[in-house]
């Protein structure tokens, strides 16, 4: 019996070790590399994310996750292997972001927010002064790179609406999907007199008709739209809605539908001026 306790427990460190290198589904293509600064007393990181036959990518596109917008990116085999934002739309979308003229930069929150990344600050100009210092940095690595555009979800919207008129003449363009409302009940007031008519440069909504969220709705949103002339592009359909309303696993996160967004968001990229429409 003996024996094979040995064999027993080499097959069983085998079959660990091999479960431990798995490449997560969100990284599945991609090869990455995480990226920090010291600045302001803590740490800007940044997750760069792009295929692995892809060396020349023009566009670089800046991933701006909802909340509580900490990624804490865990690396390993050449990816992010796990984050506690693993299932945020943007995260675990972000394979489908890569092509191959595009490249993610996935930010995370400066560490000395701690584990909420809060909206007085991504309403600051710190918040904008330190996603510059480490798109700088990823731009440095990524020499290809000629424009660079910003796309949120959920209480990211905050940073892309501030961080798009406090640097739009260094972005070719931003892009707010499950857009704040900060008029609804117990939402976040930074927006509240915010004018999108500042960003000058593209600009576009995207958003679930059916956005179960309270702080999200899509009347809301296209009321803004209308209002300040901006694309709205509705999304509808999807399925397997689980979880809490304002979570990334119903239609606030687009569930089942990230491919479809994913594939319009390149357009988008490839085709100005943005218009309205339905996916």
Known sequence: MNTWIPLIFSTMLGFVTAQAQTIPIHAEGLQEELIEIQLDGGIQRALISKRKDQNKGTKLLVLIPGYPSVVKPEMGNGVMM??????????????????????????????????????????????YRHLKAIIDVAKAKLPSVEQVYLLSTSAGSISSAFVGKFGQSEFAGVIHTATIDPTAPRSYTELTDFNYGDIKIPQAFIHHIEDPCGITQYSYIRTVAEKFKIPLITVSGGSDFRGPACAALTQHGFRNKEVAVAQQILRMLDSVPWKSGDI
């Open 82 to 127: 796990a984050s506690p934002l693993a299932g945020n739309f943007l995260v675990r979308s972000r394979r489908h972001l890569n092509s191959d003229k595009v490249m993610t930069l996935l930010v995370d929150c400066h560490t000395n927010l701690g584990d909420t990344c809060t909206a007085e600050y991504q309403s600051s100009q710190d918040r």
